[in-house]
């Protein structure tokens, strides 16, 4: 899903989007900051979702939207890109006089391949 919709409805010009990623965060492990490392997702092997969840367990109304990330690549014509992200989500309920700003981040590589004649990229 992207935007709401099934991948191939929100990116026609699309046959696939492969996405690697690691976050580091405070709260992956209850102490010092952490990293989960070779975490993935693909079109093609059935799974893609356009906002990645963020491991704060105590996290709202967060998470890393690589949909956007994706549609800012199609327009511009791009196969790859990384990058980072920091979770916009907040610690200890949002709107609350004891939250905090989620600071977990993701360090990302998206890599897309494009339909034949489909006027973007280089596919």
Known sequence: MAFGQPFA?????LTDAQVEWGEEGHA???GPAAVRRGLQMSVREGYFQGTIRCGQRDCGGGGFG????VQFMVQDGEEEREGLL?????????GSEEATPCVNVIRYRIRLTYRRGSGSGRG
């Open 86 to 94: 920091v979770c916009g989500g907040w610690v200890g309920g949002a």
């Open 28 to 30: 992956l492990s209850r």
């Open 66 to 69: 690589v949909d956007r990330i």
């Open 9 to 13: 409805v929100a990116f026609p010009q």
